[in-house]
C-alpha cells in the first residue's frame, strides 16, 4: 500500500501548482504540505512523541523532499525534531547542503537549534503552523531566521493551519498530564 507520503509525491509530482501570491503568503502547495505534516505529527503523538511534524519540498515543482516527525523520546536524541531531520534528509536527496530552492513546512515554529540548521542550510522558504512561544526562535523568543547579522535570511509564513497543530500539542500534553 502506498504510504500517505508516496501519495501526496504523486499528487504534487506535477507541475508547480503556485498561485500568483507574494511570497509571503501559503501557496496551496504549503497547504498540502502542512496536512501532511499534521498526518504525521497526530501519529507521533501515538509514539510518545510530542507531535510535531515537518516536510521540505522543491519550491518550483512542488517536489516532495523528506518528511519527518519528532523522534527525540524513540533515538534519545536532542536533535529529534521533525524539521531537523527533513531538512537532513533533503540535503541528503539532493546532494546540496544549499536548500534555497526549497520550502520547510513544520507544523511548529522552529526552536534555536532548529532555526540555527534553517539559516546553515540557507532554506529557500519557511511555513509553519503553530507558535511556540516557550522555545520558539523564528519571532517568539528570539529571530534568528531574521537577524540581519547572520548571512542568510528566511522570512517566515507563520500560522498556517495554526489551530490544527495548535490542538494536536495542547491534547497532547493534556493527556500526558492526566496520565501522571
Ligand atoms: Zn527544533
Same mark, same amino acid.
Given at each position: 500500500?502506498?504510504?500517505?507520503? *508516496? ?7 506535477? %507541475? ?7 511570497? /509571503? !503568503?501559503?501557496? %496551496? &502547495? ?5 496536512? !501532511? ?5 497526530? #501519529?507521533?503523538?501515538?509514539?510518545? /512523541? ?20 519528532? &523522534?527525540?523520546?524513540? *533515538? ?8 531537523? +531531520? ?9 546532494? *546540496? ?9 513544520? +507544523? ?6 532548529? #532555526? ?28 534568528? +531566521?531574521? *537577524?540581519?547579522?547572520?548571512? !542568510? ?28
Amino acid at each position: 500500500m502506498p504510504s500517505p507520503f *508516496d501519495i501526496l509525491r504523486r499528487l504534487m509530482g506535477g %507541475p508547480a501548482p503556485l498561485a500568483n501570491l507574494g511570497p /509571503e !503568503h501559503a501557496t %496551496p &502547495t504549503d497547504r498540502a504540505m502542512m496536512a !501532511h505534516a499534521i498526518t504525521l505529527a497526530r #501519529a507521533a503523538a501515538t509514539r510518545g /512523541e510530542v507531535p510535531v511534524g515537518a516536510v521540505v519540498y522543491e519550491t518550483a515543482t512542488g517536489r516532495p523532499l523528506s518528511h519527518a516527525a519528532n &523522534t527525540r523520546e524513540h *533515538d534519545k536524541d536532542p536533535a529529534g525534531h521533525a524539521e531537523f +531531520t527533513a531538512i537532513r534528509h533533503a540535503a541528503g536527496l539532493l546532494g *546540496d547542503w544549499r536548500l534555497n530552492g526549497c520550502t520547510l513546512v513544520v +507544523t511548529l515554529e522552529p526552536c534555536a537549534m532548529c #532555526a540555527g540548521l534553517i539559516v546553515n542550510a540557507r532554506l529557500g522558504r519557511l511555513v509553519f503552523g503553530a507558535l511556540d512561544p516557550k522555545a520558539g526562535a523564528c519571532g517568539s523568543l528570539m529571530n534568528l +531566521t531574521q *537577524d540581519p547579522r547572520l548571512n !542568510h535570511r528566511t522570512r517566515p509564513i507563520q500560522g498556517l493551519m495554526a489551530d490544527e497543530c495548535a490542538a494536536l500539542l495542547k491534547d497532547f500534553f493534556k493527556a500526558r498530564r492526566t496520565a501522571r
